[in-house]
Protein backbone atom coordinates (compact mmCIF):
# COMPACT_ATOMS: atom_id res chain seq x y z
CA UNK A 1 0.00 0.00 0.00
CA UNK A 2 1.21 3.44 -1.30
CA UNK A 3 1.94 5.95 1.75
CA UNK A 4 -0.03 8.97 1.41
CA UNK A 5 -0.32 11.81 4.43
CA UNK A 6 -3.87 12.26 5.65
CA UNK A 7 -5.97 15.39 4.33
CA UNK A 8 -8.20 17.21 6.52
CA UNK A 9 -11.52 15.25 5.79
CA UNK A 10 -9.71 12.02 6.25
CA UNK A 11 -8.47 13.66 10.22
CA UNK A 12 -12.34 13.96 10.66
CA UNK A 13 -13.31 10.97 9.60
CA UNK A 14 -10.71 9.25 11.86
CA UNK A 15 -11.94 11.16 14.74
CA UNK A 16 -15.46 10.25 14.41
CA UNK A 17 -14.61 6.49 14.12
CA UNK A 18 -12.61 6.87 17.06
CA UNK A 19 -15.41 8.48 18.88
CA UNK A 20 -17.53 5.67 17.67
CA UNK A 21 -15.02 3.06 19.24
CA UNK A 22 -13.71 1.75 16.06
CA UNK A 23 -10.36 0.05 16.73
CA UNK A 24 -7.17 1.31 14.55
CA UNK A 25 -7.76 -2.02 12.04
CA UNK A 26 -11.14 -1.36 11.24
CA UNK A 27 -9.91 2.43 11.32
CA UNK A 28 -7.38 1.56 8.42
CA UNK A 29 -10.26 -0.58 6.59
CA UNK A 30 -12.61 2.53 6.69
CA UNK A 31 -9.87 4.95 5.28
CA UNK A 32 -8.19 3.03 2.86
CA UNK A 33 -5.15 3.35 4.88
CA UNK A 34 -2.60 0.87 6.48
CA UNK A 35 -3.52 0.06 10.66
CA UNK A 36 0.20 1.67 10.91
CA UNK A 37 -0.64 4.89 9.26
CA UNK A 38 -4.03 5.39 11.20
CA UNK A 39 -1.76 4.26 14.29
CA UNK A 40 0.78 7.00 13.65
CA UNK A 41 -1.42 9.52 13.11
CA UNK A 42 -3.29 9.14 16.20
CA UNK A 43 0.07 8.69 18.42
CA UNK A 44 1.65 11.99 16.49
CA UNK A 45 -1.35 14.03 16.29
CA UNK A 46 -2.99 13.56 19.26
CA UNK A 47 -2.67 17.19 21.72
CA UNK A 48 -2.84 15.61 25.38
CA UNK A 49 -3.53 12.15 24.61
CA UNK A 50 -6.79 13.66 22.77
CA UNK A 51 -7.71 13.19 18.74
CA UNK A 52 -8.73 16.52 17.86
CA UNK A 53 -9.12 16.69 14.16
CA UNK A 54 -8.34 20.50 13.65
CA UNK A 55 -5.17 20.22 15.80
CA UNK A 56 -4.05 17.38 14.40
CA UNK A 57 -4.66 19.44 10.85
CA UNK A 58 -2.64 22.27 12.05
CA UNK A 59 -0.04 20.09 13.81
CA UNK A 60 0.55 18.30 10.98
CA UNK A 61 0.91 21.15 8.54
CA UNK A 62 3.35 22.57 10.87
CA UNK A 63 5.96 19.78 11.18
CA UNK A 64 4.81 19.44 7.51
CA UNK A 65 6.49 22.87 6.33
CA UNK A 66 9.32 22.31 9.42
CA UNK A 67 10.26 18.75 9.00
CA UNK A 68 12.92 16.99 7.03
CA UNK A 69 14.59 20.27 6.00
CA UNK A 70 12.16 20.64 3.30
CA UNK A 71 13.90 23.25 0.74
CA UNK A 72 16.05 24.67 4.42
CA UNK A 73 19.25 24.03 1.92
CA UNK A 74 18.29 26.32 -0.51
CA UNK A 75 16.81 29.35 2.59
CA UNK A 76 20.24 29.13 3.59
CA UNK A 77 21.91 29.95 0.25
CA UNK A 78 20.63 33.42 -0.67
CA UNK A 79 22.62 33.28 -4.19
CA UNK A 80 20.59 29.85 -4.99
CA UNK A 81 17.04 31.00 -3.59
CA UNK A 82 17.44 34.01 -5.92
CA UNK A 83 18.93 31.90 -8.69
CA UNK A 84 15.37 29.87 -8.51
CA UNK A 85 12.58 32.60 -8.15
CA UNK A 86 14.69 34.23 -11.39
CA UNK A 87 14.85 31.45 -13.63
CA UNK A 88 11.39 29.61 -12.58
CA UNK A 89 9.84 33.30 -13.27
CA UNK A 90 11.29 32.63 -17.05
CA UNK A 91 9.32 29.60 -17.98
CA UNK A 92 12.35 27.27 -16.59
CA UNK A 93 11.21 23.51 -14.60
CA UNK A 94 13.33 22.72 -11.39
CA UNK A 95 14.92 19.68 -13.44
CA UNK A 96 16.60 23.00 -15.74
CA UNK A 97 16.96 24.84 -12.55
CA UNK A 98 19.02 22.19 -11.29
CA UNK A 99 20.92 20.93 -14.49
CA UNK A 100 21.96 25.03 -15.16
CA UNK A 101 22.64 25.74 -11.98
CA UNK A 102 25.22 23.06 -11.36
CA UNK A 103 26.82 23.77 -14.83
CA UNK A 104 27.52 27.54 -14.23
CA UNK A 105 28.19 27.69 -10.62
CA UNK A 106 29.58 24.99 -7.87
CA UNK A 107 26.21 24.69 -6.49
CA UNK A 108 24.47 21.10 -6.64
CA UNK A 109 21.03 20.57 -5.87
CA UNK A 110 17.93 18.00 -6.70
CA UNK A 111 15.30 19.33 -8.98
CA UNK A 112 13.25 17.31 -6.39
CA UNK A 113 14.90 19.60 -3.79
CA UNK A 114 13.15 22.81 -5.84
CA UNK A 115 10.36 20.96 -5.51
CA UNK A 116 10.06 20.63 -2.09
CA UNK A 117 11.09 24.43 -1.64
CA UNK A 118 8.11 25.17 -3.76
CA UNK A 119 5.50 22.81 -2.10
CA UNK A 120 6.75 22.67 1.05
CA UNK A 121 8.45 25.99 2.05
CA UNK A 122 6.08 29.19 3.17
CA UNK A 123 9.01 31.55 1.07
CA UNK A 124 8.43 28.98 -2.46
CA UNK A 125 4.49 29.04 -2.37
CA UNK A 126 4.88 32.17 -4.61
CA UNK A 127 6.53 30.15 -7.68
CA UNK A 128 3.78 27.31 -7.98
CA UNK A 129 2.35 29.54 -10.20
CA UNK A 130 4.59 29.11 -12.39
CA UNK A 131 5.26 25.74 -12.28
CA UNK A 132 4.48 24.47 -15.92
CA UNK A 133 2.67 21.09 -14.49
CA UNK A 134 0.18 21.88 -11.66
CA UNK A 135 -0.03 18.35 -10.87
CA UNK A 136 -3.10 16.39 -10.23
CA UNK A 137 -5.85 18.17 -8.95
CA UNK A 138 -6.77 16.90 -5.61
CA UNK A 139 -10.86 15.83 -5.14
CA UNK A 140 -12.63 17.40 -2.45
CA UNK A 141 -12.61 13.63 -0.18
CA UNK A 142 -15.60 14.96 1.82
CA UNK A 143 -17.82 12.36 1.34
CA UNK A 144 -16.34 9.93 -1.17
CA UNK A 145 -15.77 7.68 1.70
CA UNK A 146 -19.38 6.74 3.31
CA UNK A 147 -20.71 7.50 -0.88
CA UNK A 148 -18.71 4.40 -1.08
CA UNK A 149 -20.40 2.78 1.82
CA UNK A 150 -24.20 3.52 1.45
CA UNK A 151 -25.24 3.30 -1.64
CA UNK A 152 -28.41 5.99 -2.97
CA UNK A 153 -28.36 8.31 0.34
CA UNK A 154 -31.45 10.74 0.72
CA UNK A 155 -30.25 13.47 2.61
CA UNK A 156 -31.55 15.38 5.49
CA UNK A 157 -32.72 18.74 3.45
CA UNK A 158 -35.14 16.40 1.23
CA UNK A 159 -36.74 15.40 4.69
CA UNK A 160 -40.88 16.47 4.49
CA UNK A 161 -41.85 19.34 6.53
CA UNK A 162 -43.93 17.16 8.39
CA UNK A 163 -41.00 15.43 10.10
CA UNK A 164 -39.04 18.26 10.46
CA UNK A 165 -41.71 19.80 12.53
CA UNK A 166 -42.74 16.41 14.31
CA UNK A 167 -46.47 16.74 13.33
CA UNK A 168 -46.98 13.35 13.25
CA UNK A 169 -46.13 10.03 15.38
CA UNK A 170 -43.70 7.38 13.50
CA UNK A 171 -40.95 9.60 12.72
CA UNK A 172 -37.37 7.68 13.89
CA UNK A 173 -33.59 9.04 14.81
CA UNK A 174 -31.60 6.52 14.95
CA UNK A 175 -27.53 5.78 16.42
CA UNK A 176 -25.54 4.03 18.73
CA UNK A 177 -23.56 4.68 21.21
CA UNK A 178 -20.17 3.33 19.88
CA UNK A 179 -18.01 0.93 22.54
CA UNK A 180 -14.65 1.88 24.31
CA UNK A 181 -11.57 0.78 22.55
CA UNK A 182 -10.41 -1.42 25.68
CA UNK A 183 -13.61 -3.19 26.23
CA UNK A 184 -15.65 -5.88 24.79
CA UNK A 185 -16.88 -4.92 21.50
CA UNK A 186 -20.65 -4.91 22.59
CA UNK A 187 -22.66 -1.27 21.59
CA UNK A 188 -26.49 0.01 22.53
CA UNK A 189 -28.25 1.03 19.38
CA UNK A 190 -30.87 3.85 20.36
CA UNK A 191 -34.06 5.21 18.50
CA UNK A 192 -36.07 7.57 19.53
CA UNK A 193 -38.90 8.97 18.34
CA UNK A 194 -39.46 12.39 17.45
CA UNK A 195 -42.43 13.52 18.29
CA UNK A 196 -43.22 12.15 21.80
CA UNK A 197 -39.47 11.48 22.48
CA UNK A 198 -39.47 8.07 23.66
CA UNK A 199 -36.50 6.08 23.63
CA UNK A 200 -35.67 2.51 22.67
CA UNK A 201 -32.61 0.75 23.18
CA UNK A 202 -30.64 -2.34 22.93
CA UNK A 203 -27.57 -4.64 22.77
CA UNK A 204 -25.91 -5.72 19.61
CA UNK A 205 -22.63 -7.66 19.86
CA UNK A 206 -20.61 -5.83 17.49
CA UNK A 207 -20.94 -2.11 15.55
CA UNK A 208 -21.75 -3.94 12.13
CA UNK A 209 -24.94 -5.69 13.51
CA UNK A 210 -26.68 -1.75 14.42
CA UNK A 211 -28.91 -2.65 11.51
CA UNK A 212 -30.19 -6.05 13.05
CA UNK A 213 -30.43 -4.11 16.42
CA UNK A 214 -32.92 -1.28 15.22
CA UNK A 215 -35.08 -3.54 13.33
CA UNK A 216 -35.25 -5.62 16.69
CA UNK A 217 -36.44 -2.36 18.76
CA UNK A 218 -39.18 -1.09 15.81
CA UNK A 219 -40.51 -4.54 14.59
CA UNK A 220 -43.43 -4.41 16.32
CA UNK A 221 -43.68 -0.29 15.95
CA UNK A 222 -45.54 1.38 12.64
CA UNK A 223 -42.50 3.28 11.14
CA UNK A 224 -43.04 6.19 8.52
CA UNK A 225 -39.10 7.35 8.40
CA UNK A 226 -35.79 6.84 9.88
CA UNK A 227 -32.90 9.50 10.50
CA UNK A 228 -29.46 8.39 10.52
CA UNK A 229 -25.85 9.55 10.45
CA UNK A 230 -23.59 8.17 7.62
CA UNK A 231 -21.80 5.83 9.74
CA UNK A 232 -20.96 2.59 7.69
CA UNK A 233 -22.73 0.42 10.22
CA UNK A 234 -26.14 2.06 8.46
CA UNK A 235 -25.49 1.12 5.07
CA UNK A 236 -27.91 -1.80 5.02
CA UNK A 237 -30.63 0.71 6.08
CA UNK A 238 -33.16 -0.63 3.56
CA UNK A 239 -34.03 -3.48 5.47
CA UNK A 240 -35.78 -1.45 8.10
CA UNK A 241 -38.53 -1.00 4.99
CA UNK A 242 -39.00 2.30 5.97
CA UNK A 243 -38.21 6.25 4.07
CA UNK A 244 -34.28 6.84 5.29
CA UNK A 245 -32.75 10.51 5.52
CA UNK A 246 -29.22 11.02 6.26
CA UNK A 247 -27.54 14.09 8.27
CA UNK A 248 -25.30 15.85 5.77
CA UNK A 249 -21.43 14.60 6.69
CA UNK A 250 -20.20 15.32 9.82
CA UNK A 251 -23.39 16.81 11.07
CA UNK A 252 -24.94 14.40 13.52
CA UNK A 253 -25.94 17.15 15.47
CA UNK A 254 -29.23 17.42 12.37
CA UNK A 255 -30.77 14.26 14.73
CA UNK A 256 -30.58 15.71 17.85
CA UNK A 257 -33.58 14.21 19.28
CA UNK A 258 -31.41 10.51 19.39
CA UNK A 259 -27.82 12.76 20.15
CA UNK A 260 -29.96 13.89 23.09
CA UNK A 261 -31.73 10.77 24.22
CA UNK A 262 -27.47 9.39 24.39
CA UNK A 263 -26.61 11.95 26.06
CA UNK A 264 -28.95 10.94 29.03
CA UNK A 265 -28.39 7.52 28.48
CA UNK A 266 -24.57 8.25 29.41
CA UNK A 267 -25.74 9.56 32.81
CA UNK A 268 -26.35 6.37 33.65
CA UNK A 269 -23.50 4.56 31.06
CA UNK A 270 -20.63 6.76 31.15
CA UNK A 271 -18.92 7.04 28.10
CA UNK A 272 -15.92 4.33 28.75
CA UNK A 273 -18.06 1.83 29.99
CA UNK A 274 -17.69 -1.80 29.14
CA UNK A 275 -21.34 -2.64 28.37
CA UNK A 276 -20.72 -6.57 29.35
CA UNK A 277 -21.13 -5.06 32.32
CA UNK A 278 -24.57 -4.16 31.69
CA UNK A 279 -27.78 -6.70 31.65
CA UNK A 280 -30.37 -6.48 29.80
CA UNK A 281 -32.59 -5.71 32.30
CA UNK A 282 -30.62 -2.94 33.83
CA UNK A 283 -30.21 -0.92 30.69
CA UNK A 284 -34.16 -1.53 30.23
CA UNK A 285 -34.70 -0.32 33.49
CA UNK A 286 -32.14 3.04 32.89
CA UNK A 287 -34.43 3.29 29.77
CA UNK A 288 -37.46 3.53 31.43
CA UNK A 289 -36.42 5.63 33.75
CA UNK A 290 -35.22 8.25 31.40
CA UNK A 291 -38.92 7.45 29.37
CA UNK A 292 -40.93 8.70 32.71
CA UNK A 293 -39.48 11.79 33.42
CA UNK A 294 -41.80 14.65 32.03
CA UNK A 295 -40.36 17.47 29.64
CA UNK A 296 -41.74 20.74 28.85
CA UNK A 297 -41.88 20.56 25.49
CA UNK A 298 -44.82 17.60 25.90
CA UNK A 299 -46.76 19.98 28.63
CA UNK A 300 -45.09 17.92 31.14
CA UNK A 301 -46.46 14.69 30.42
CA UNK A 302 -43.74 11.98 30.08
CA UNK A 303 -42.14 10.58 26.80
CA UNK A 304 -43.81 7.05 27.92
CA UNK A 305 -47.35 8.36 28.37
CA UNK A 306 -47.57 10.23 25.27
CA UNK A 307 -46.19 7.28 23.40
CA UNK A 308 -48.27 4.87 24.91
CA UNK A 309 -51.47 7.06 24.33
CA UNK A 310 -50.73 7.06 20.88
CA UNK A 311 -50.42 3.18 20.28
CA UNK A 312 -54.02 2.72 22.29
CA UNK A 313 -55.05 5.59 19.64
CA UNK A 314 -53.57 3.17 16.87
CA UNK A 315 -54.60 -0.14 18.37
CA UNK A 316 -58.29 1.06 18.97
CA UNK A 317 -58.42 2.37 15.29
CA UNK A 318 -57.71 -0.83 14.05
CA UNK A 319 -59.66 -2.66 15.70
CA UNK A 320 -62.55 -0.42 14.35
CA UNK A 321 -61.21 -0.99 10.91
Known amino acids: MRYTHFGKSERIELS???????????????????????????KFNSVNG?????????KAKVKRLYSKYQGMKIRENAFMENYIHEKIKLGWSPERIAGRLKMETNHRISCKAV??????????????????YQGKKRRNRKESRWGEIIKNRIFIDQRPVII????????????????????????????????????????????????DGFKELL??????????????????YRELGAN????????????????????????????????????????????????????????????KEVFEEHCIKINKERRCA
Open 16 to 42: ILLKRGYSVREIGRALKKSPSSASREI
Open 244 to 303: AYFCDPFSSWQKGSVENGIGLIREYIPKKSDLADYSNDRISAIIDRINNIPMKCLGFMTP
Open 219 to 236: SLIPIKSITFDNGPENAR
Open 115 to 132: YKYIHGNPCGYQLRKYLK
Open 50 to 58: IYDPFKAQH
Open 164 to 211: NDRLRYGDFEADTMGRARSASSETLTVVRERKSRYIMARKVNQLKFAI
